[in-house]
């Protein structure tokens, strides 16, 4: 929803457009941003790969996540619908899912329509409109990314859990939400909140366990 109360629908159509705005009243005023093509054999599964996340920070600027494509991009428009930027998601573990994602795109029967979830969560925060970005993994190499509207990346994060001397990384994010200083990370059955006033380098690292949302303070880590 933008502050003028317009609200923004991510939804890839046959024509073309990747996203539609509508005013207070329900009315669709106009669509924009184009539909990539990708090379695949209908064009249900092309539409199914322009699916993601529409986000809009405090200026108003509008922000696009691919969550399916096998080249993961974010895509920045002004309110007025302009696109502006795009910039690559980059890192050891987005690749690790392109790679999944585009074998299975080789090896499916050419009829169905589906794909590998790249980007599993984004958010966006409101005081700075940095973008945060979550992707499945399995080891310390970040399954977090932060990244300027911009396009520069400024933070990797591997979420490390530790207590009482063991040490396990939390992975499957699901969804996220930034509210300074804190970055709170949803998975399956859990939800973790982590403070990233520490630094923007090494991992996060949260002390203790308990049951729901973790209230114990996080810091980084710079293993």
């Given at each position: ?7 923004v629908?991510a ?9 539609h ?8 005023v106009?669509g ?10 209908n064009?249900?599964?092309n ?55 585009r ?18 969560a ?29 396009g ?17 990384i939390?992975?499957g ?12 990370v949803f ?19 949260v ?6 949302v ?10």
């Amino acid at each position: 929803v933008l502050n003028d109360g317009r609200l923004v629908v991510a939804a890839p159509r046959m024509n073309g457009t990747l996203l539609h705005l509508f005013d207070p009243s329900g009315r669709e005023v106009m669509g924009f941003g184009e539909v990539r093509r990708f090379d695949v054999g209908n064009e249900a599964e092309n539409l199914f790969l322009n699916r993601g996340v529409v986000l809009v920070d405090g200026s108003g600027r509008i922000s696009y996540v691919f969550r399916y494509a096998p080249r993961p991009t974010v895509r920045v428009f002004t309110a007025r619908g302009q696109q502006v930027r795009e910039f690559p998601i980059r890192g050891a573990a987005v690749a690790l899912q392109v790679a999944a994602a585009r074998r299975f795109l080789r090896e499916k029967e050419p009829e169905v329509v589906g794909g590998m979830t790249i980007i599993t969560a984004a958010s966006v925060d409101p005081e700075t409109g940095h973008l945060w970005l979550g992707m499945n993994g399995s080891s310390e190499t970040g399954v977090i990314y932060e990244y300027t509207p911009e396009g520069e990346k400024v933070g990797e994060y591997a979420l490390v859990l530790r207590d009482k001397g063991s040490r396990r990384i939390v992975t499957g994010v699901q969804a996220l939400m930034v509210r300074r200083p804190f970055l709170y990370v949803f998975t399956g059955s859990r939800a973790y909140r982590f403070d990233v006033r520490e630094g923007r380098t090494g991992s996060l690292a949260v002390v203790g366990g308990g049951v729901g949302v973790d209230e114990n303070r996080c810091v980084v880590s710079e293993n």
